[in-house]
């Protein structure tokens, strides 16, 4: 506003004949409210300056650098030159990314372009060139914010109409999360009246034939037996094995199908620990596959008589509720005593039966979150799962994000060549959105490596700092920063116990 509309303007505010005080107050008035309007025509960076978030705020005011630096000291003068956009970039390489477009879920701020950087892999899809499917690894060192963005993402997904689910959650920190948005825990553990089993049969989708999913339900329980029992054993089953689960399957399967039951794990444990049903049902009196089971037998007591006791080997307390906005499994009371084979198995056993809950192709979009997955990579077993479930999620409208700390968590489920590799690498190359947090010194070559990060990227990657990532999403890279509501800060915040 300039001064010469503010002399002309007052008089319409203050007229002349009036007393003194009420001229005086009208006064008042005007200046005020021509303070306010001044103040609302400053820029939005210099109005936010002192209350914004530290990551909100602009490293240098719009009008650029300032002082001597700046190069706007006006005495640069360069003709006007034309030139094609690809020119430009390798001519003036200090432009930022376009952006992925303004729709789907807000997170946080683009660093360099300092715009909002919104991401839905499902508005993604068929959109973005090499976007091939809407799964995410999220890779980072603890304390970053990795949960924090997941939990985020998760909050501002259930406004979009998507449903979340988390088959295990061994710190239990996403039970609070759940809770807020009016969804379903399911808490496991010693002396917790919370029980799953694995073996539960979803309900059939309509457009799937009985017969078609008679055989679905088979492959999913012998999917989940077969993984049970090598991550106990520790290594591969013996063609005699798995025909004596086969069979111990189907003969439990037919015994309680004519009783109306559903079968549990501890009758599979049985029926592979007595010869005589293993023979009685296949015919063969060798007595060689009651032999070949005796293994099987022990690494399923486990589930039944060991430290996972009734957690897993009695019909479910809990029904699925497809209409629920989120799901979590907490798992947290498990304890980390000894090794954490008691823990993966758990993690197995609730995520499968989750993911067989979710094999409905009209359940709607829905997220699929890993969290704490580094704990199932050396499991080969595990991989196995997860990787044909992921196989499985495009065509059921599920997205899959997988949360680790470094990308070698990726190389130990095996040496190069081996099977563990190829599972691990093959789930790799399933996610086509990489966020990668800051990564240790020692871990950036193996990052740069598997990635194929730039050296700008690399150098980025260790510097990054809380809540900021690098987000390779189908080759494009973009620094992001993942901002916090204050509401989400507090239902989110790990660092609580370790400050009280
Ligand atoms: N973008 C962010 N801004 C502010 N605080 C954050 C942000 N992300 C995470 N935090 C805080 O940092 C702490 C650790 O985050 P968390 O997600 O548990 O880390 P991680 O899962 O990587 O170990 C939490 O208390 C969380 O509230
Ligand atoms: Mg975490």
Request: charged share 20%; net charge positive.
């Amino acid at each position: 506003m300039s001064s010469r509309t503010r002399a002309t303007a007052s008089p319409l505010f203050v007229p002349h004949k009036t007393d003194r005080r009420s001229a005086r107050v009208a006064r008042d008035e005007f200046a005020a409210a021509r303070v306010q309007a001044r103040h609302a025509s400053q820029p939005e960076t210099i109005r936010t300056k002192t209350g914004a978030a530290p990551e909100l705020r602009p490293t240098y005011p719009a009008a650029g650098r300032p002082g001597p630096d700046s190069g706007r000291g006006g005495r640069l003068k360069l003709p006007a030159h034309r030139m094609t956009t690809a020119t430009a970039s390798g001519a003036y390489p200090f432009l930022a990314e376009g952006g992925l477009g303004a729709q789907g879920i807000y997170v946080g701020q683009d660093v360099h372009a300092e715009a909002a950087f919104t991401y839905d892999p499902f508005a993604l899809y068929g959109r973005l060139e090499g976007f091939t499917n809407p799964n995410i690894l999220l890779a980072g060192i603890i304390g970053m914010g990795k949960s924090a963005l997941a939990k985020s993402l998760a909050v501002r997904a259930v406004a979009f109409g998507y449903r979340i689910y988390v088959p295990c959650d061994p710190k239990g920190e996403w039970t609070v999360v759940t809770q807020e948005l009016g969804g379903q825990t399911i808490a496991l553990g010693p002396g917790l009246p919370g029980r799953l089993n694995p073996l539960d049969a979803p309900a059939r989708p309509h457009a799937v034939s009985e017969a078609d999913w008679t055989t679905e339900v088979r492959k999913r329980r012998l999917l989940l037996l077969g993984s049970l029992a090598k991550t106990v054993l520790r290594r591969e089953l013996h063609p005699m094995e798995h025909t004596a689960l086969d069979i111990a399957l189907d003969h439990v399967v037919a015994y309680r199908t004519s009783t109306g039951t559903t079968p549990l794990l501890g009758d599979v444990a049985y029926v592979l620990g007595s010869p005589e049903q293993l023979e009685a049902a296949t015919g063969d009196r060798s007595g060689r596959l009651g032999h070949a089971a005796e293994d099987l037998a022990h690494a399923l007591r486990r589930l039944i008589h060991g430290d996972l006791a009734g957690m897993f080997d009695a019909p479910s307390t809990v029904r699925f509720d497809p209409g629920a906005p989120m799901l979590s499994i907490d798992l947290s009371r498990l304890g980390g005593a000894g090794d954490d084979t008691g823990l993966v198995l758990a993690m197995t056993c609730a995520s499968a039966w989750m993911e067989s809950a979710l094999s409905d192709p009209t359940g709607g979009r829905r997220w699929v979150i890993y969290d704490e997955a580094w704990r199932v990579m050396r499991h080969v077993a595990l991989l196995e799962r997860m990787q044909s479930q992921w196989k499985l999620s495009r065509g059921l409208g599920i997205a899959n994000m997988m949360v680790i700390h470094r990308l070698s968590d990726l190389l130990t489920a095996g040496d190069a060549g081996s099977r563990g590799r190829a599972l691990a690498e093959g789930l790799l190359t399933d996610c086509s959105t990489r966020i990668i947090y800051r990564q240790e010194a020692d871990q950036l070559a193996t990052a740069a490596a598997v990635l194929g990060l730039t050296g700008v990227e690399t150098q980025a990657v260790s510097a990054l700092t809380k809540g900021r990532g690098l987000w390779k999403v189908a080759g494009r890279s973009f620094i992001t920063q993942h901002l916090l509501h204050p509401r989400e800060r507090e239902l989110f915040d790990t660092d609580l116990r370790m400050a009280a």
